[in-house]
């Protein structure tokens, strides 16, 4: 089975509405160069309506960063999946490693986020991924397979499901994993998916994709995508890195994203 390749957009805690000439021209930039894949933009909260509205007309799609475990109620400062949905997202990433780090989330708290985000309709975007002590001291399988398990939401489908494996220490850091520990990693995570569902789970790979690096990653068999930060704040690089998905081979779609 071939899975459609999904390239997304993590833009943090940056953005203003004067930014979001981006979409525009990101999509004046890929032109006749834009390959089959779904383009999801996650940018701040406060920028989810409007670019929501503008991915559509460019024919991307928008997503949140994070988002409650609850669907409502008194929760001051929290967004709901459904909130998302509203405003325009079809997905959402939960458990990014500036959450589970910064914010203490557990895994646990990840599994019900994901779970809120299904049933709003959205597609989580569940990170995983090993710090370098970890992977130093031979666990990074260990880590990131007890991370997949404990953040899968309960009676979740893997073709409802984005993972995206983002080493820890190659986020933000210029650093990225070796081809060959990347290829390992996404086997390893497709073979450990939950359900036994693995030939349908997407998987991305994030940390510091670049316009240079992105097609010998893209090009990988287990890679079905990637999330990318710093390289998504310009549409000049990340329309480079889009094209780099040009390198994939494609055959069976999901229909929607
Ligand atoms: P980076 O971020 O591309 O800047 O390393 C990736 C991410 O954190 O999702």
Known sequence: MTRRTLI???????????????????DARLG??????????????????????????HGFLAGGQDCAVADSGAFTGDLSAGMLRDAGASHVIVGHSERRAGHGE?????????????????????????????RDA?????????????????????KDIVVA??????IGT????SLADIAAMHAFIRAAAPGGGGAALRILYGGSVKPDNAAGI????????????????????????ISAAQSRR????FADN
């Open 32 to 57: 006749a160069a834009r390959p089959d894949a779904g383009i999801l933009i996650c940018p701040p909260a406060t920028l989810l309506a409007e670019a929501a509205s503008a991915c559509a007309a």
């Open 138 to 158: 031979g666990r990074a399988e260990a880590v990131t397979g007890e991370q997949l398990a404990a953040s899968w939401p309960a009676r979740g489908v893997a």
């Open 106 to 134: 557990t895994s646990v708290l990840v599994k019900a986020k994901a779970e809120a985000a299904l049933r709003a309709g959205l597609t989580p975007v569940i990170c995983i991924g090993e710090t370098l002590a970890e």
């Open 174 to 177: 210029g650093r990225t994993a």
């Open 218 to 241: 893209l090009a990988l068999d287990d890679v079905d995508g990637a999330l990318v930060g710093g390289a998504s704040l310009q549409a000049a690089s990340f329309a480079a890195v």
């Open 8 to 26: 997304a957009a993590n833009w943090k805690m940056h953005g203003l509405r004067g930014d979001l000439g981006f979409i525009g021209e990101l």
């Open 250 to 253: 494609h055959g069976l779609r």
């Open 165 to 170: 494996y983002e080493p820890v220490w190659a």
